[in-house]
């Protein structure tokens, strides 16, 4: 460690001292290179020999973290109030305390000035849609609705419109929220610290911060809980909001623990299982961030066992196994059509554990079992027990099934071991951290000796009255060399543009083609036997006829959902990876040839005896290093239309055809507009970079500082040479 953090410091220190800070931005940020303080804090936090195993929750909002933590933490107890929106899903931290305490972090008045301001935005959006609306309703009112009524259903559909903008709805609906609470928010401090002397205490104390309806629950961004728990020794258990977060601090706060952890628990539901947000709620898992151990958890499990192809015939162990092989199947094949996104590491990370399950309900049935208050447990009971009646039809069978189901022993284990391993843990990731810091070092060591030894020989085999020329050459060509960078850059990016359309509605286009085919193979018929009443011919008294029945078979057709709704499924995360992984391919192969082609422009356009290839290579590096670029997310949930499985027919059957249908339609249409609307960012991105400025004065920089050095030519040697001395001192 002391080694690393010397080396760091001395090319920082030798960077600064020499004036190359400019210079070497570029390969600066290649390399990942930050200030030393930066690198000993980092260090020196991962070196604390009692420092905390830390342990991070993600999930999307209503994904049954809440459930699942107060299942696992407080034994059932609903201590966590559980979040409605993604709004109020506050920032949470769970550690070891002497005693129950709550420190509560509020938003500043920064922040709520900035929720404010998009709430205006909002309503400014709502009353144009509502007026709108309106004129249409009050045009076709052909039943005689009242006005109020009409005000009524065109205020309902320009909410509804909204809801469509996540993260600005979002706004709209936090402040709203501030609003209802009745608080003035300027009253509000940075923090509040609440002190309880029991679970229930805590519990009712929280609903007021963090609960759906809590009155200060719209003002508080984060929590930290300390508890007097004996799991929590050594651990720090982190519940992250989900993702997209509009506060832009609470979300960068939230990476950043995240991007702390050591062990990392990703729930999702059962039910929409690893879907595009949740893979989101993983970027943040890399090989830099040192995470050690990751594991899935697949919530709201007892929800698949009410499926026919699940329940079978009823024995509750085969249908856990038949509920949990797809979710494993599925975790495979969604890192496996991923891995391109990782390395070899990291994928061997998302991979490497089975798939844990978790019933959070099953726990507060357990807990509640003679009074069950909530109606959701009382539901998923009373499915238990019409589909499994061996298994829970009395209380002592029920709870042995129920904990069975909740499987937190098995997770209780997990984190045991987990926290067992922590020393190791956390010297594998020390090891790993010096490791990767130690050759991204070396790296930039090595290439700042290139650049050196290169001004060496360019300063042995100029002239001072070439390069006065060359000054001045390049003086009566910086608005060619401009227009000329300008053009090369524009033209490079437009190509990059159409071809990447071009790769994107092929692959887009084959891959709707493979729905249709599933569509057609989930198509089928089969043979029933109905019975129908027939004259048998006699009669009995008066006008009283005998009757028969008689069995007849029709063919009816039927749709295979549970093939089709998986197709649909992997189609919606096929267009997400084309969509992502192909514009990330062409953007990565574009850098690698913008520089050429920009050299190749310059030195047709100006003339090979104007420019030097080196310096302009230099000069492009640095530039392209700090242009930012477009980055691309996409939604993979499927409508609840398509939620179906099983085998359909009849009105079933075709409104499933019909909402698959649609389905496309509207995927396609949106799948185009995702195609155009990234072509158009990075088109514009391309074409406001202004390359052809920032080049020609970099490059006019660094023939100045040549000109320059050639004037004390051996003094500028002497310089350069000390230089190398010190780099080839440093101990990689």
Not at 121 to 133: D, F, G, M, V
Not at 247 to 263: F, G, H, M
């Amino acid at each position: 460690m002391e080694n690393l953090l010397k080396m760091s410091q001395t090319l920082e220190n030798l960077v600064q001292e020499n004036d190359l800070v400019g210079e070497l931005q570029g390969i600066e940020k290649e390399h990942g290179i930050r200030p030393s303080a930066e690198l000993k804090e980092a260090l020196d936090e991962k070196m604390e020999p009692e420092r905390d195993l830390k342990i991070g929750i993600l999930g999307r909002v209503k994904a049954g973290k809440s459930s699942l933590l107060n299942a696992l933490v407080f034994k059932g107890q609903n201590v966590l109030p559980k979040a409605a929106t993604p709004m109020t899903a506050a920032l949470t931290v769970l550690e070891y305390g002497d005693r129950f305490e709550a420190s509560i972090e509020y938003y500043s008045q920064d922040e709520i000035e900035t929720i404010k301001s998009n709430h205006a935005t909002c309503q400014n959006i709502l009353e144009n849609s509502q007026k709108e609306r309106f004129a249409e309703l009050k045009q076709n009112n052909r039943t005689g609705k009242s006005d109020s009524k009409l005000q009524e259903l065109a205020r309902e559909y320009a909410i509804k419109k909204l809801e469509d903008e996540v993260s600005l709805y979002a706004y709209y609906e936090q402040y709203e929220q501030i609003k209802q609470s009745g608080i003035n928010a300027s009253s509000i401090g940075e923090k509040e610290i609440l002190t309880c002397s029991s679970y229930d205490e805590l519990n009712e104390k929280l609903k007021d911060y963090i609960g759906s309806s809590g009155k200060y629950t719209p003002f508080t961004k984060s929590i930290t809980l300390k508890l007097n728990e004996e799991m929590l020794k050594d651990v720090k258990i982190i519940d992250t909001p989900g993702v997209n977060d509009p506060i832009v601090s609470r979300e960068n706060r939230t990476k950043a623990l995240i991007a702390k952890c050591d062990v990392v628990f990703l729930v999702s539901p059962a039910g929409q299982f690893l879907n595009d947000v949740d893979l989101e709620l993983l970027s943040n898992v890399n090989e830099k961030n040192g995470i050690k151990e990751f594991h899935i958890v697949a919530s709201q499990f007892d929800l698949q066992l009410s499926n026919p192809e699940i329940k079978g015939n009823g024995v509750l162990q085969e249908a856990i196994q038949r509920a949990l092989t797809p979710l494993s199947r599925q975790q495979k094949n969604v890192f496996e059509n991923k891995k391109s996104s990782y390395n070899d590491k990291i994928y061997e990370q998302l991979t490497r554990f089975n798939v844990l399950y978790s019933s959070g309900i099953s726990t507060e049935i357990i807990n509640n079992y003679d009074n069950l208050q909530d109606e959701n447990a009382t539901h998923a009971l009373g499915l238990l027990q019409k589909h499994y009646p061996d298994y829970f039809s009395n209380k002592e069978t029920a709870i042995s099934n129920l904990k069975k189901l909740s499987n937190i022993d098995e997770i209780l284990k997990v984190l045991e071991n987990v926290r067992k391993e922590k020393d190791e843990i956390i010297k594998g990731i020390m090891d790993d951290f010096i490791s990767s810091k130690k050759s991204a070092l070396n790296q930039y060591k090595n290439e700042i000796s290139a650049i050196i030894n290169k001004k060496i020989e360019v300063l042995n085999s100029t002239d001072i009255e070439e390069l006065k020329a060359q000054i001045e050459k390049i003086k009566s060509v910086k608005s060619k060399v401009v227009i000329n960078a300008n053009a090369a850059f524009e033209d490079s990016g437009a190509e990059l543009s159409s071809k990447l359309k071009e790769k994107l509605n092929t692959q887009i286009k084959a891959l709707f083609g493979s729905i249709s085919s599933a569509s057609e193979n989930a198509k089928g018929s089969e043979t029933i036997t109905k019975t129908k009443k027939v004259e048998d011919g006699r009669v009995l008294g008066f006008l009283w006829k005998k009757y028969k029945d008689v069995n007849y078979q029709v063919s009816i057709d039927t749709l295979n959902a549970s093939s089709l709704r998986t197709a649909a499924q992997d189609a919606v995360i096929e267009i997400s990876n084309i969509l992502g992984d192909v514009y990330s391919d062409n953007i990565r192969m574009w850098k690698k040839t913008i520089l050429k082609d920009l050299l190749t422009s310059l030195q047709e356009s100006v003339g090979d005896e104007a420019l030097d290839a080196d310096m302009i290579k230099q000069s492009v590096r640095n530039i392209i290093a700090n242009i930012s670029l477009p980055e691309f997310s996409y939604d993979t949930t499927l409508p609840a239309a398509l939620q179906k499985s099983g085998k359909l027919v009849g009105y079933e059957r075709d409104e499933f055809l019909n909402a698959l249908e649609s389905f496309q339609s509207e995927l396609r249409s949106r799948t185009n507009a995702d195609i155009k609307a990234i072509c158009a960012t990075l088109d514009k991105a391309i074409s406001n970079a202004n390359i052809g400025d920032k080049f020609i004065n970099s490059y006019e920089e660094k023939i100045e500082q040549l000109a320059k050095d050639a004037q004390d030519k051996e003094s500028s040697l002497a310089r350069y040479r000390s230089i190398l001395d010190q780099l080839n001192q440093i101990e990689g």
